[in-house]
Nanobody, 124 residues
Framework: QVQLAESGGGLVQAGGSLRLSCIASGGTFSSYVMGWFRQAPGKERELVATITWSTGDAWYADSVRERFTVSRDKVKDAGYLQIDNLKPEDTAVYYC?????????????????WGQGTQVTVSS
């Protein structure tokens, strides 16, 4: 089974930027779509972006649309989430996930496999 590993999180000041990575291992990323989620303390996991692997078509949640950019490198089997103008409310653990079927955007259907995630902490 292909496993996904997130990295790139850290502690940053508000207004800063981070680029999160999602690297596939144990095989080739073969899902139709990759999704990015975040989970803040005491809150449910939230879908923030998806990217269709073959075309690069992206979707964003309204709450992050102007500041998040999702991309992928099919050669490296890697997905990326660029976060600009970070805000304290972006503090969360961020996860990538390989979607089931062809559901994209807010209809994204996550697989049951979740990695460890990467912690993003934004100080004010």
């Amino acid at each position: 089974q292909v496993q996904l590993a997130e990295s790139g999180g850290g502690l940053v000041q508000a207004g800063g930027s981070l680029r999160l990575s999602c690297i596939a291992s144990g095989g080739t990323f073969s899902s139709y779509v990759m999704g990015w989620f975040r989970q803040a303390p005491g809150k449910e996991r939230e879908l923030v972006a998806t990217i269709t692997w073959s075309t690069g078509d992206a979707w964003y949640a309204d709450s992050v649309r102007e500041r998040f950019t999702v991309s992928r490198d099919k050669v490296k089997d890697a997905g990326y989430l660029q976060i600009d103008n970070l805000k304290p409310e972006d503090t969360a653990v961020y996860y990538c996930n390989s979607g089931l079927g062809i559901w994209t955007g807010r209809n994204f259907a996550p697989s049951n496999y979740w990695g460890q995630g990467t912690q993003v902490t934004v100080s004010s």
